[in-house]
């Protein structure tokens, strides 16, 4: 296993939640981490992103709520995520993928299988 997801679970709406993503340093170090959700009868989404270089990207829809991070100590990225809404419940992945900055072409990119996060209303 290249990801494993931990941290899923089921809380009631207005909780948090804290995800977390381990993988080897040579994947970790150099890579652009996601959080993807796939809930049922959609498409899986983009829930946000941290570069190497620690830059974040969050979906408008988590945006003051959840939050990206990574160690690279533990080669490991995090999702916090509070104020859980209803709408929030999904499986969530891990994701690793690193670019060739010139080409732009995907160098590697690997999945964690999934952790599921059920939010009750």
């Known amino acids: 296993v290249q990801l494993q997801a931990s941290g899923g679970g089921l809380v009631q709406a207005g909780g948090s939640l804290k995800l977390s993503c381990a993988t080897s340093?040579?994947?970790?170090?150099?890579?652009?981490m996601s959080w993807y959700r796939q809930a049922p009868g959609k498409q899986r989404e983009l829930v946000a992103s941290i570069t190497s270089g620690h830059n974040t990207n969050y979906v408008d829809s988590v945006k003051g709520r959840f939050t990206i991070s990574r160690d690279n100590a533990k080669n490991t990225v995090y999702l916090q995520m509070n104020s859980l809404k209803p709408e929030d419940t999904a499986v969530y992945y891990c994701?690793?993928?690193?670019?060739?900055?010139?080409?732009?072409?995907?160098?590697?990119?690997?999945w964690g299988q999934g952790t599921q996060v059920t939010v009750s209303s």
């Open positions: 994701n690793a993928r690193h670019v060739r900055p010139l080409s732009q072409r995907i160098n590697y990119e690997y």
């Open positions: 340093e040579s994947i970790f170090n150099i890579a652009t």
